[in-house]
Nanobody
């Protein structure tokens, strides 16, 4: 089993940066595919970025390509989402997700483990 705790959210002006951290516990972290999703009230949870267990393969939503970078540290059991040039439409609750599947999926229901989320608010 994997427990996930997100941190690093907050309020930032448009054009600013934030780094989200997902701290994972459990001995299987290094074998997990990890991802970040986000959700706005009333909308479905959407894929933001994902990273394979080895860290060698990543995937991004078109809306964040070139602005966000996902990375992981399998020694510290951490996954990061570095966000640059934030826009008001990036405002959402951001969730960290994990799954033991080796396939990097973009569908929320395919991830077994979830954190509680961290709020990111981007003001104009």
């Amino acid at each position: 089993q994997v427990q996930l705790v997100e941190s690093g959210g907050g309020l930032v002006q448009a054009g600013g940066s934030l780094r989200l951290t997902c701290a994972a516990s459990g001995r299987t972290f290094s074998r997990c595919t990890m991802a970040w999703f986000r959700q706005v009230p009333g909308n479905e949870r959407e894929f933001v970025a994902g990273i394979h267990s080895s860290g060698g393969d990543t995937s991004y939503a078109d809306s964040v390509k070139g602005r966000f970078t996902i990375s992981r540290d399998n020694v510290k059991n951490r996954v990061y989402l570095q966000m640059y040039n934030l826009r008001p439409d990036d405002t959402a609750v951001y969730y960290c997700a994990a799954d033991l599947s080796p396939v990097l999926q973009q569908v929320p229901r395919l991830y077994e483990y979830w954190g509680q989320g961290t709020q990111v608010t981007v003001s104009e």
